[in-house]
């Protein structure tokens, strides 16, 4: 049996290897060599090609190279009643709980007005609060969501949270639903966003939202680019709403180079690196998942397709 690749940022050889060290009798196919269709066990893929996975008979489990499976429900769909894994795993946690962190530092130590000082070799102290007077705000309690949150927490920052269900966390409050969303935005100086990209989360960065932070406010987004309406978060940027912007994601990607954001002062970006899938251990969990598929148990961390995420 074999599994397929497929993927046009992923490095094809490094998810080779670790498959060969961990299970050298399965054969690796990288999109389009699939050979035959009827070997196909697992497709391992991130952004698939409309229609790509409909022509497996054998096939098994999904599995998303990412926590993130926006990419699999754009399009035309899945094969039906094929089940849908996504990564959880522990070093996609820390490397997005350093980014949280990186960009939260960044935009509450005011490091965007002193690398501008630097530029016109200002020496000038500006007023700095303290992280307990700071209130991020983490879009989407999560696995990502809520490790970034008990971090910044751990830093003193006054963290609050936002997710679809209440979390009832002793640490970090939680604002609920579209009700909790206004109360939650009201009360954050830095927004960061880790919310997965669905119907229900598509757009909702808007001028509106942006408008109900506190005049001035930071925004760190690790989510995803559809999250967000570009042209008005440039607006609020423009007009000073938002000071300052971290960006991960964006609608195009990658970014083209007529982008306003490339040049924009108020923006910070990196090009959706935020975390990245460690291939050893991302193997592991795929290679468990078929077992678990293979005796007729649900994968782990198996993605409900009429949620979204
Ligand atoms: P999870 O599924 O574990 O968490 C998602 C969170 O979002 C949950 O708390 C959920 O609420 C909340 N949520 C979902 N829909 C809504 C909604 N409509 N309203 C309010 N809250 C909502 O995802 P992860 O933490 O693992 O990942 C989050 C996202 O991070 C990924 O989907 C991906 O887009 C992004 N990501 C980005 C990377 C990068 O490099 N930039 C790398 C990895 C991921 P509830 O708990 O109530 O269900």
């Not at 670790?18 to 009827?38: E, K, L, N, T, Y």
């Not at 522990?90 to 005011?110: D, I, N, P």
């Not at 954050?188 to 808007?206: A, H, Y």
Request: aromatic share 8%.
């Amino acid at each position: 049996m074999a599994i397929l690749f497929f993927s046009e940022v992923d490095d094809p050889d490094e998810w080779r290897q670790a498959f060969a060290a961990q299970c050298p009798d399965m054969s690796f196919r990288v999109w389009p060599d699939i050979g035959d269709p009827a070997d196909i066990e697992v497709a391992l893929v991130w952004h698939p090609p409309d229609n790509a996975l409909d022509q497996f008979p054998n096939l098994r489990l999904i599995a998303s190279l990412g926590a993130g499976v926006d990419h699999l429900f754009r399009g035309t769909g899945l094969p039906v009643g094929i089940p849908v894994s996504r990564i959880v795993d522990r070093s996609l946690t820390e490397q997005m709980v350093e980014y949280v962190v990186l960009g939260t530092l960044f935009c509450h130590r005011q490091m965007p007005a002193y690398m501008v000082q630097q530029k016109q070799a200002n020496w000038q102290l500006l007023r700095q609060p303290l992280g307990r007077d700071r209130r991020v705000g983490v879009l989407g309690l999560g696995e990502l969501g809520m490790a970034s949150a008990r971090a910044l927490k751990a830093l003193q920052f006054d963290v609050a949270g936002w997710s679809r269900s209440p979390k009832n966390d002793a640490e970090i409050p939680d604002y609920v639903g579209t009700e909790g969303l206004k109360d939650f935005l009201a009360r954050t100086d830095i927004l960061v966003c880790l919310l997965p990209l669905t119907p229900q989360t598509e757009g909702l960065l808007n001028a509106a939202q942006f408008a109900r932070l506190p005049h001035g406010a930071s925004f760190v987004n690790a989510g995803r680019g559809g999250h967000v309406v570009e042209g008005d978060l440039l607006a609020a940027l423009d007009s000073g709403q938002l000071n300052h912007a971290m960006l991960d994601v964006f609608q195009a990607e990658p970014l083209p180079a007529e982008s306003p954001f490339w040049s924009h002062p108020g923006v910070t970006l990196t090009p959706h690196v935020a975390s990245i899938t460690n291939a050893s251990s991302g193997t592991a969990l795929v290679l468990e998942n078929l077992q678990r598929v293979r005796a007729g148990d649900a994968p782990l961390y198996e993605v409900v397709p009429s949620e979204g995420y």
